[in-house]
């Protein structure tokens, strides 16, 4: 059995800086890195390197990084049969400003992620008979999405879903398709309305999701931790504390170790934790891919912590 991770693969061309830019500001750098990203493809390599079965579903340009994209994905051990490569787009590409506190500035081009259609759906559908969970993103078409969503929700197969980057507008009929939504306090503020930045605010963003369908909701709230809400309970999870360097894809480890945590069987509350510590590790290190822990790793710091693995 396989997760399967729908969504975005990007090249991500980053640059480091003293303290990120003010409006207008031209500002001398320290270093520039080239390093694989996309939410989709860091949730992949997450899953991968915990040693989880892992099939990556979704787009690469044949102009631009594409076969290199692809082979690092093969490299860290992602299934990458189901990646189609585009012959009309240039891979996606995200342009990265981080602070050397930690902090960062963000923007993609969606490239070949945003010709994400119905062809890549069936693509994912036909592996769903050896899937046990569905983890998604918003960095391809919302259409796109919803429909990978429907086909996973009819097959009785988890879905997870990562609500980043929150569009103005998430289609109503998609919140019930979903089991798992992880948003961080910013993207919770943006679906529910109100500013989300306490654990009381969270708890309350977590209740509005669940009204509105999702059937678990986690709200990390980054170095204040986590709050999880189920029709059952309502729990929050410590964050671990550690040197940060660079966030760029904590969420994505976050998630990476929520679903290694359920695809081995353990509780909720246990994936929570184990998501905790993955988007925790990847914080100490820069960059999206090359930040994300190995099983020995994540392993070694969980029991650091006196968390039994």
């Given at each position: ?24 500001e031209t500002l ?43 082979k690092h994905l ?236």
């Open positions: 059995m396989s997760i399967i991770v729908f969504g975005s693969i990007n090249i991500d061309l980053v640059v480091t800086a003293p303290r990120l830019p003010l409006t207008g001398t750098g320290e270093d520039f890195f080239k390093i694989p990203g996309g939410k989709g493809a860091n949730q992949a390599v997450a899953l991968a390197r915990l040693g989880i079965p892992t099939q990556m579903v979704g787009r690469v340009g044949a102009h631009s990084f594409g076969t290199e994209l692809v093969q490299d860290t051990g992602v299934q990458t049969k189901n990646i189609f490569l585009d012959e009309t787009a240039n891979s996606g590409i995200a342009i990265i400003t981080v602070a050397d506190h930690g902090e960062n500035h963000i923007v993609v081009i969606p490239g070949a992620n945003g010709e994400v259609n119905q062809e890549d759906v069936r693509r994912l559908s036909r592996l769903l008979p050896i899937a046990t969970a569905v983890l998604l993103q918003l960095e391809i078409p919302i259409h796109a999405v919803v429909a990978a969503a429907q086909a996973a929700h009819d097959a009785n197969i988890k879905v997870i879903l990562d609500p980043a980057p929150t569009p103005s507008h998430l289609p109503a009929e998609l919140y019930p398709l979903v089991d798992i939504m992880t948003p961080n306090e910013v993207e919770a503020g943006q679906l529910v309305g109100f500013p989300v930045d306490s654990q009381e605010t969270a708890t309350k963003a977590a209740e509005v999701l669940l009204q509105k369908g999702v059937k678990s909701a986690i709200v990390k709230l980054g170095a204040k931790g986590a709050i999880c809400a189920t029709p059952e309970e309502t729990f929050f999870v410590p964050a671990f504390t550690v040197h940060a360097v660079d966030t760029v894809a904590a969420g994505d480890a976050f998630n990476g170790g929520l679903a290694a945590a359920l695809y081995h069987g353990l509780s909720l509350h246990q994936a929570v934790v184990w998501g905790s510590a993955a988007g925790a590790l990847a914080a100490t290190k820069l960059g999206a891919q090359t930040s994300l822990p190995d099983r020995f790793t994540f392993d070694a710091f969980l029991k650091e912590r006196g968390v039994a693995v």
